[in-house]
T-cell receptor
């Protein structure tokens, strides 16, 4: 049971380039989330999904897109990378069996992205 | 969503009990309180969650007074490996948009 896995671990992008951050979970969780964390700050929600085919915007969605074609995978797409997107990106998932389970999120190891 | 206030940092020593308090004066009736731990270069890890009074698990205890305007995370007999950032989150059932503050950086000294 690998939990939540993310690839790549590190990436450097040039301004204007695009990339996809991959996230996979093997816990059969319906809920999945993408966060970004800037140095010394808390996490900010980018997008979330409550099941395959269903996604919604979080607090800071501009410049990002997501898709959820399967329960396991929740990729995050960055289009036209900008220096403001330099951050650590975390993917998380949670069980949907009880109303409180959304609070018990399982996080991946993160992707450290630098845009120069 | 309720705003939370935590100390920016705290120091303690190995073997001591550490209490981190979070203030949430405008907590709503249907809000729950959740604490996470984050080690450097890792994703956060769920520690404990509660609504009122006291909750205890194998890692920590959570004390919530009757007015619920604050909560205290208690870590018994800390070790160097408890050095981490601790986040207090407050929000209603089935709210997907958890609000994360800057957390409390806890440093444990030998």
């Amino acid at each position: 049971n690998a939990g939540v896995t993310q690839t790549p671990k590190f990436r450097i992008l040039k301004i204007g380039q695009s990339m996809t951050l991959q996230c996979t979970q093997d816990m059969n969780h319906n809920y999945m989330y993408w966060y970004r964390q800037d140095p010394g700050m808390g996490l900010k929600l980018i997008y979330y999904s409550v099941g395959a085919g269903i996604t919604d915007k979080g607090e800071v969605p501009n410049g990002y897109n997501v898709s959820r074609s399967t329960t396991e995978d929740f990729p995050l797409r960055l289009e036209l990378a900008a220096p403001s997107q330099t951050s650590v990106y975390f993917c998380a998932s949670s069980y949907s069996g009880t109303p409180l389970s959304v609070y018990e999120q399982y996080f991946g190891p993160g992707t450290r992205l630098t845009v120069t | 969503l309720a705003k939370t206030t935590q100390p920016i940092s705290m120091d303690s020593y190995e073997g001591q009990e550490v209490n981190i308090t979070c203030s949430h004066n405008n907590i709503a009736t249907n809000d729950y309180i959740t604490w996470y731990q984050q080690f450097p270069s890792q994703g956060p890890r769920f520690i404990i969650q509660g609504y009122k009074t006291k909750v205890t698990n194998e890692v920590a205890s959570l004390f919530i007074p009757a007015d619920r305007k604050s909560s205290t995370l208690s870590l018994p007999r800390v070790s160097l490996s408890d050095t981490a950032v601790y986040y207090c989150l407050v929000g209603p059932i089935s709210n997907y948009q958890l609000i994360w503050g800057a957390g409390t950086k806890l440093i444990i000294k030998p």
